[in-house]
Structures are given as structure tokens and as C-alpha cells.
């Protein structure tokens, strides 16, 4: 199963973006859903992570550099993980992925487990 992520495209500095990430064959909800990035000449960095939706609290992660402008967020009847990014800066320029990670839960390091797909490009340019 693929995960498809969209809402990618150009935006100014300080603009706002809302990545999308949708599957089909998959309850998002069971899953904790990560959203990598890598830009160009760099290796791919994670930059938040959302648990999955059984327990009592939902809990939401990011790195340093997304605290503040990023937020991760879930919508179980589309069954879509979302990434809002507000006041964004042209190092956020991009690849953005989402995914489920190795483990089931946001610990560890972020990278891509069993399910993830064709990343949205992001490009933060005047």
C-alpha cells in the first residue's frame, strides 16, 4: 500500500502550504504517519510525527526546525494526514514524504517502514 502525499508547489517566504497524505487499503488511524523531507543535495531529515489514533491521546512530534511554524494533524473520515506549514522559509525547499515508520510509535529515528509513496515537491522562492 501506498501512501500519497500532495499540496506541494511554489509559495513565497512567508507563505503558507498544506500537505496532504491520503491512502487507500490503509486506516491511517492505526498507524503512526511521519512527514519526511529532503532537499536537494541533502539526505532526508524527518520533520513530524503524529501517533496513531487508538490511544487515549494523540500525540505530535516535530523537529526543532518545524516547532512553532508546522502542525501535524489527522482527519480519521478522509482518512488523511495533514502538515500544515505557515512563515515558510526557502530552506523548507523540498521533497516532502509521508510514511509509516519502522516502529509503532513516533520513537526512534524517522524514516520509511512498511508503507510509504511519491513524495510533493515544496519550493519556497521570491
Known amino acids: 500500500v501506498q501512501l500519497q502525499a500532495s499540496g506541494g508547489g511554489l509559495v513565497q517566504p512567508g507563505g503558507s502550504l498544506r500537505l496532504s497524505c491520503a491512502a487507500s487499503?490503509?486506516?491511517?488511524?492505526?498507524?503512526?504517519i511521519v512527514w519526511l523531507r529532503q532537499a536537494p543535495g541533502k539526505e532526508r531529515e524527518g520533520v513530524s510525527c503524529i501517533s496513531p489514533s487508538g490511544g487515549l491521546q494523540i500525540y505530535k512530534y516535530y523537529k526543532e526546525f518545524a516547532k512553532g511554524r508546522f502542525t501535524i494533524s489527522r482527519d480519521s473520515a478522509r482518512n488523511t494526514v495533514y502538515l500544515q506549514m505557515n512563515r515558510l522559509k526557502p530552506e523548507d525547499t523540498a521533497i516532502y514524504y509521508c510514511?509509516?515508520?519502522?516502529?509503532?510509535?513516533?520513537?526512534?529515528?524517522?524514516?520509511?517502514?512498511?508503507?510509504w509513496g511519491q513524495g510533493t515537491l515544496v519550493t519556497v522562492s521570491s
Open positions: 510514511a509509516t515508520p519502522p516502529r509503532s510509535d513516533c520513537g526512534g529515528t524517522w524514516s520509511f517502514g512498511d508503507h
Open positions: 487499503g490503509l486506516t491511517l488511524d492505526n498507524y503512526p
